[in-house]
């Protein structure tokens, strides 16, 4: 399986955009799919993960922030609302098969979309 990120952008403080991350040369239907991001001079972070039933999401962005999956498009969505500036970054999309207990690790991943950038000016 490889992954595509797109959607990012600049928006201003308040706003929204919506990730998308298609899957190709294979489903995503057997993989748990995870949001990452990482921005200037930090290390990457967790933002939101997805198995059949079940989402988690960071602290940070719970209550602003919606992953979900459409197996028919193989594509796996985040939509961001309320952005703040201290939502810029560098967004990730990923795939693993890791236990659910370690979703948050973006070590236990091996399948990575390239990153779209989101930039949420105040």
């Known amino acids: 399986v490889q992954l595509q990120a797109s959607g990012g952008g600049l928006v201003q403080l308040g706003g929204s955009l919506r990730l998308s991350c298609v899957a190709s040369?294979?489903?995503?239907?057997?993989?748990?799919l995870g949001w990452f991001r990482q921005a200037p001079g930090k290390e990457r972070e967790f933002v939101s993960a997805?198995?059949?039933?079940?989402?988690r999401y960071a602290d940070s962005v719970k209550g602003r922030f919606t992953i979900s999956r459409d197996n028919a498009k193989n594509t796996v969505f985040l939509q961001m609302n309320s952005l703040k500036p201290e939502d810029t970054a560098v967004y990730y999309c990923?795939?693993?098969?890791?236990?659910?207990?370690?979703?948050?690790?973006?070590?236990?991943?091996?399948?990575w979309g390239q990153g779209t950038l989101v930039t949420v000016s105040s």
């Open positions: 990923a795939a693993t098969r890791v236990v659910w207990s370690e979703i948050e690790n973006h070590k236990q991943y091996h399948i």
């Open positions: 040369e294979g489903s995503i239907s057997t993989y748990r």
């Open positions: 997805l198995k059949t039933g079940t989402t």
